[in-house]
């Protein structure tokens, strides 16, 4: 399982994907998530906007990556 750490309160689901290294370009990641390629916290989401908090984990193409606070 990838993590990765956020400093501010959540991050979008395509700015999460990008920086996990899943996609290549919002635009990679607005299709993928519309097509309901990916899951969040186990549910199919199709909203690329969908705010990721800490703890949340989604999934991309048998990838599992979680959310977590950057340490201060």
Known sequence: ???IAI???FIKLGQAMK??????SGVEAKEIIQ?????VNG?????RGK???PGDIFSYNGEDVA????EK
């Not at 549910?43 to 909203?47: A, F, G, L, S, Y």
């Open 1 to 3: 399982m990838k993590i």
């Open 7 to 9: 400093k501010d309160e």
């Open 19 to 24: 920086l996990a290294g899943l996609v290549d």
């Open 35 to 39: 097509n309901g390629e990916v899951s």
């Open 43 to 47: 549910e199919v989401d199709t909203r």
């Open 51 to 53: 705010k990721l908090y």
């Open 67 to 70: 959310v977590q606070e950057k």
